[in-house]
């Protein structure tokens, strides 16, 4: 566990297992005014911002997704062991977009310019389950992969 708890985790608890609004509201009591200052800050794992900025979306009245749209596609960046890719759907493959998929989806504009850096990257996106690893993992999906889905998405909204 992170010395702030914004770790492996807390993600597990936050999209993972059920315990959505507890753990969301567990951390905004502890941590809240530091937050915004987290997500915001680009020498922080793009695991932390990520929770941090669902934290915040979860808890913070007046928050607003365009705030966010960095750290949602940079998200796209994180290990499958800590985040698999099943948060973000099966892009191409049917309409879901997962949770993390909707998220980004709704900062709309504020994720184009993170996503279009994203465009080269080759890492992989893999799946966990056995269903839906099998699906998933089959169409070998990388992250650049997912940031065209994202922009086309984006751009055609």
């Known amino acids: 566990m992170s010395a702030n708890g914004l770790d492996v985790a807390l993600a597990d608890r936050l999209f993972l ?7 969301a509201e567990e951390v905004w009591r502890a941590r809240g005014e530091e937050l915004p200052g987290i997500a915001a800050d680009a020498a922080r794992s793009p695991l932390e911002r990520l929770l941090a900025a669902e934290v915040l979306w979860r808890c913070a009245p007046g928050v607003s997704p365009g705030d966010f749209g960095e750290v949602y596609a940079r998200a796209l960046t994180i290990p499958s062991a800590d985040l698999p890719a099943n948060l973000w759907g099966f892009l191409d493959y049917d309409d879901y977009d997962g949770p993390l ?35 998933g993992n089959s169409f070998h999906y990388r992250v650049k992969d997912a940031a065209r889905y994202y922009l086309a998405k984006i751009d055609h909204a």
């Open 17 to 23: 297992s059920g315990d959505n609004p507890s753990a």
């Open 101 to 135: 998929g909707e998220r980004l989806l709704a900062t709309g504009a504020s994720a184009i310019p993170e996503l279009r850096r994203l465009l080269d990257d080759e890492a992989p996106l893999i799946y966990a389950g056995s269903r839906e690893a099998m699906l």
